[in-house]
Nanobody
Framework: QVQLVESGGGLVQPGGSLRLACTASGRITFSKYGMGWYRQSPGKQREVVADITPGRHTNYPDFVKGRFSIFRDNDKNSVYLQMNSLKPEDTAVYYC?????????WGQGTQVTVSS
């Protein structure tokens, strides 16, 4: 069983930056998995905001492209999300999980609030 733990969220002003971190623990070979960052805000479905393949190819939806960057450290079983130029509409709970494969159990997520 894989456990995911997200961290790094908080309150930030519009235009600010945050870096989120996610660490996976369990009997896995982390480097073999595509990983993604997802977010969910009240009343909305969970959506992907970034993903990274085992070969470190990255993908972003248009609404975060140029502002968010995903990267991974396989030695630490970790994936990160650098978020710049944050907007109020980025407010959500952010989660990491597998991308392009069977999902693991969701972690608790980390709250990001963008507000002045």
């Amino acid at each position: 069983q894989v456990q995911l733990v997200e961290s790094g969220g908080g309150l930030v002003q519009p235009g600010g930056s945050l870096r989120l971190a996610c660490t996976a623990s369990g009997r896995i070979t982390f480097s073999k998995y595509g990983m993604g960052w997802y977010r969910q805000s009240p009343g909305k479905q969970r959506e992907v905001v970034a993903d990274i393949t085992p070969g470190r190819h990255t993908n972003y939806p248009d609404f975060v492209k140029g502002r968010f960057s995903i990267f991974r450290d396989n030695d630490k079983n970790s994936v990160y999300l650098q978020m710049n130029s944050l907007k109020p509409e980025d407010t959500a709970v952010y989660y990491c999980n597998v991308a392009g494969g069977k999902l693991w159990d969701w972690g608790q997520g980390t709250q990001v609030t963008v507000s002045s």
